[in-house]
C-alpha cells in the first residue's frame, strides 16, 4: 500500500512529465529561427517517470518509456558540444521526412525533396552539428524548476514525516 509521501511523489512527478511534455511542444526562437522541437511525437509521447523505494528511501527518476526516443532524449534536453561527433546521417534523413523540410542548394533556393537530395542535406546537417554543436531546451529541468514551488513545502514536510517514523522504528527495534 502506497504512503501519503509516495502519493504525494507519483502527483508531483506526473506534473513534471505534463509540464515537460508542454515544454517540448513550445515554438522556440533559436538563432533567430522559430522552431519546433516535436517532428513525430516519439519523444513527447515517451516521456514518464519512475519513482522507486528502496529501503524506504525514494528515488525519482524522469525518463523516457521509447528506446528510439531514448536514443536522442539527453540531446534535446542538454544539446550537443560544439566539436563533438557528428549525429547518424540516417537519423536526420528521418527528421527532414517527418518534419518536413524544404530543401534549398547552395544560392538558397528551393529544390525538389529528391532521395539524393534529402541524403546530401542529412549528412550537411549532421556534419554542421558535429562541427557548430546544438542549444538543448532543457524541457525537464524547467518542468522541475516550474513545478518545484507549487510541491516544495509539501514534499520537504512530507519528507520530514518520512524521517521521523524512520527514526522512531529503528529507535524501537533497538529498544527490544
Known amino acids: 500500500m502506497a504512503s501519503e509521501f509516495e502519493i504525494l511523489l507519483n502527483e508531483y512527478a506526473a506534473k513534471v512529465v505534463e ?6 511542444r513550445i ?3 533559436v538563432r533567430g529561427k522559430k522552431a519546433k522541437r516535436v517532428a513525430s511525437g516519439t519523444l ?3 516521456l514518464t517517470y519512475k519513482l522507486t523505494i528502496r529501503y524506504r528511501k525514494p528515488t525519482l527518476d524522469f525518463t523516457v518509456n521509447n528506446k528510439e526516443a531514448g536514443q536522442y532524449a539527453d540531446v534535446i534536453e542538454w544539446g550537443r558540444k560544439p566539436g563533438a561527433r557528428m549525429p ?3 537519423a536526420i534523413e528521418q527528421w527532414i521526412r517527418i518534419k518536413p523540410l524544404k530543401l534549398r542548394n547552395r544560392q538558397g533556393e ?3 525533396s529528391t532521395e539524393s537530395n534529402i541524403k546530401s542535406a542529412a549528412w550537411a546537417i549532421a556534419k554542421s552539428i558535429g562541427e557548430n554543436g546544438i542549444e538543448g531546451i532543457h524541457y525537464y529541468r524547467e518542468a522541475i524548476q516550474d513545478t518545484w ?8 514536510s512530507m519528507y520530514t514525516k518520512e524521517i521521523e517514523t524512520r527514526l522512531l522504528l529503528n529507535k524501537r527495534t533497538r529498544k527490544k
Open 149 to 156: 514551488p507549487e510541491y516544495k513545502d509539501r514534499l520537504m
Open 44 to 46: 513527447l509521447n515517451s
Open 110 to 112: 528551393f529544390i525538389k
Open 19 to 24: 509540464r515537460a511534455k508542454s515544454n517540448l
Open 27 to 29: 515554438q522556440r526562437t
Open 88 to 90: 547518424p546521417p540516417d
